[in-house]
């Protein structure tokens, strides 16, 4: 049996991936060579679309007298190999094991980004919408700082009302997206998946790291009524409330005795 870690020699993965497992292969594979590390070996695959069926090892590559187990050999009636027969086979289905992982992971990865592709669309229109719209807001509070404010107190106030308004609806809409982008995020998890930055870079979306994006299951509203404090949405219901409560504490605060 190989231990948690073995030595393998050139002329073993010669043997190994040029003959016993040549058949066997994932069609995506171009290049194997040992790691730089010293430790294991790296593959290089033909970029995968997300659109291929999933890579498995071929069942029926168990039942290759050169891969195959020893019990096998004795159902089978063969003679047993040697021991180093043995060895070399275990190690050839142990790297076998080995580049279908990663040509999982690839895969995985290729089908994120292939639904990032599909769902992105508008996001960055109604991300920069929502840019706009929150800077109208804090320019149409920041006035009422203006002494000019002072003479048209109503209609300013009022003016800021619809930039809130507006600034609401433009974060809500952005996290519709937001919120797709989040599940295709959440459906893709496992340890080496790419980054969710890197997943849309990759698909073709670098301005992507200005998105406010989070958790799948913080968008929409809850009980009460409110967003999330972490979503956009929720974000722009925290800002406005508090443009509203310093509105009415100066309101109050003027209002003669």
């Known amino acids: 049996m190989l231990g948690t870690t073995f030595k393998v020699t050139a002329d073993e993965l010669r043997d190994i991936f040029n003959v016993r497992l040549a058949p066997y292969l994932p069609a995506h594979l171009q290049k194997t060579e040992p790691h730089p590390s010293g430790y294991g070996n790296s593959y290089t695959f033909k970029p995968f679309t997300g659109r291929e069926a999933c890579p498995e090892e071929p069942a029926h590559a168990w039942k290759d007298p050169k891969l195959t187990f020893r019990h096998v050999d004795v159902e089978a009636g063969r003679p047993e190999a040697s021991e180093e027969e043995y060895d070399l086979r275990e190690k050839a289905r142990y790297f076998l094991e080995q580049v279908y992982r990663e040509a999982r992971v690839q895969w995985r990865n290729a089908v994120h980004v292939a639904e990032l592709k599909a769902?992105?669309?508008?996001?960055?229109?109604?991300?920069?919408?929502?840019?706009?719209?929150?800077?109208?807001?804090?320019?149409?509070?920041?006035?009422?700082?203006?002494?000019?404010?002072?003479?048209?107190?109503?209609?300013?106030?009022?003016?800021?009302?619809?930039?809130?308004?507006?600034?609401?609806?433009?974060?809500?809409?952005?996290?519709?997206?937001?919120?797709?982008?989040?599940?295709?995020?959440?459906?893709?998890?496992?340890?080496?998946?790419?980054?969710?930055?890197?997943?849309?870079?990759?698909?073709?979306?670098?301005?992507?790291?200005?998105?406010?994006?989070?958790?799948?299951?913080?968008?929409?509203?809850?009980?009460?009524?409110?967003?999330?404090?972490?979503?956009?949405?929720?974000?722009?219901?925290?800002?406005i409330e508090a443009q509203e409560e310093h509105v009415a504490k100066v309101s109050r605060l003027a209002r003669p005795a």
């Not at 809409?173 to 937001?178: G, K, L, Q, V």
Request: hydrophobic share 40%.
């Open 119 to 239: 769902v992105v669309k508008d996001t960055d229109e109604r991300w920069k919408a929502h840019c706009r719209a929150q800077q109208a807001a804090e320019a149409a509070f920041a006035y009422l700082r203006d002494p000019k404010a002072a003479q048209e107190w109503p209609a300013a106030v009022s003016r800021l009302v619809d930039a809130q308004n507006a600034y609401l609806a433009a974060a809500i809409a952005f996290d519709e997206r937001a919120q797709q982008i989040a599940e295709v995020h959440a459906r893709h998890f496992h340890e080496e998946m790419l980054g969710y930055d890197e997943a849309l870079v990759a698909a073709g979306y670098p301005q992507a790291k200005e998105w406010h994006i989070t958790s799948d299951d913080a968008y929409g509203k809850d009980y009460r009524g409110r967003y999330d404090r972490t979503t956009t949405a929720g974000r722009a219901q925290a800002a």
